[in-house]
């Protein structure tokens, strides 16, 4: 689909390449209420916790599609700044979490500057809707103002739907977990940059990288390979390949906590992309949806805001996955300095 997507322009991913058995859900169908569609999409909200949202044929999905290729071309653009200027809207002096970061590692020569072998930025929501009172960005952030404007709110459009049909299955009263995740209402929700440049495949690192989402249903656009997700009925790692036209939608473990477990968050990394494709810069673009900064337990010992929750998960002060068991702290752990340096 050379016209909607720029996949084309890419190496193919590789046919030999084991991969994911991610389903492909038609979000048209969603909009339209087609009960076959609605049944396999909570199957697969039980099963796997990933699936394809196939956006075309609708139109709120074609739009989606278009506005992330656009944010693709800013992410690249942002990268491309000097790494003087990138920081200046880093962690943590900006933000302990909606903001710029990196992971270097030494150069090849041991005289050269340390390379950035990974960098992301996150933009949070309530900065883009004006909800807030706005973190310093760069000009190139606010010269497409009107994009992320758009992107946010179609992509919270595309979510709600979701939420409506799992709201039906899971026989909860009607708009409960709308209520849960209101767009103009303070919440974790961001759109996240994210750059890694050609780089050897490194089973430490990647394991060390080894994660589920902390929040409600994330929506990834990739143009390369390298997600990976575990298996549940082998463990083994396998590719996600990435669909023109379509993102990859996972649940997070939110929606493990709000279901007693019904819904998974599967555990997935990400690594060099594999074939001919592990010669390029890849780039995702990312929409996590977070609930509205309420309280996650009724427990009072054990009480915590979503608010409280993203910072700790997302600053690595509470390592671990959530699995079938629950939360499970991280079997290596790292301090955060080691897996993604905090920079000034």
């Known amino acids: 689909m050379p016209a909607l997507t720029s996949h084309h322009s890419l190496p193919p991913f590789p046919s030999d390449v084991e991969t994911a058995p991610l389903v492909s859900i038609s979000l048209a169908k969603l909009e339209a209420g087609d009960t076959d569609e609605s049944a396999a999409f909570f199957v697969a909200c039980k ?3 990933f699936f394809y949202l196939d956006m075309i044929g609708s139109s709120l999905g074609e739009t989606i599609v278009s506005e992330a290729e656009a944010l693709n071309v800013v992410q690249k653009e942002f990268f491309e700044l000097p790494n003087s200027v990138k920081d200046i809207y880093g962690r943590p002096h900006l933000h302990p979490f ?6 270097e590692v030494p150069s090849t020569d041991g005289t050269s500057p340390p390379l950035r072998n990974f960098e992301n930025y996150n933009l949070r929501k309530d900065d ?12 190139l952030i606010l010269q497409h103002q009107s994009l992320f404007e758009r992107y946010v709110v179609h992509c919270r459009a595309a979510i709600d739907c979701l939420l409506e049909h799992l709201n039906t299955h899971l026989q909860l009263p009607e708009g409960t977990l709308a209520k849960l995740h209101r767009i103009h209402e303070r919440s974790g929700d961001h759109v996240r940059f994210t750059q890694t440049p050609p780089q050897q495949f490194d089973e430490q690192r990647a394991r060390r990288a080894e994660h589920t989402d902390f929040g409600s249903l994330t929506v990834l656009f990739n143009w390369l390979g390298g997600l990976q997700i575990r298996t549940a009925d082998t463990n083994r790692w396998v590719y996600v390949r990435p669909i023109p036209g379509s993102c990859v939608v996972n649940l997070g473990d939110a929606m493990v906590t709000f279901t007693a477990g019904i819904l998974r968050s599967n555990v997935h990394r990400v690594v060099p992309a594999p074939g001919a494709q592990a010669g390029f ?5 990312v929409f996590f949806t977070r609930p509205e900064d309420k309280p996650m337990s009724d427990d009072p010992q054990e009480e915590m805001t979503s608010d409280e929750w993203i910072m700790k998960r997302g600053t690595g002060q509470l390592p671990g996955v959530f699995t079938a068991k629950g939360f499970e702290p991280a079997a290596f752990p790292l301090a955060p300095s080691a897996a993604y340096p905090v920079k000034a």
């Open 128 to 139: 883009i809707l004006s909800q807030c009172d706005r973190l310093a960005c760069h000009d």
């Open 281 to 285: 810069v890849r780039n995702s673009l």
């Open 47 to 49: 099963r796997l916790g």
């Open 98 to 103: 909606y903001a710029y970061r990196y992971n």
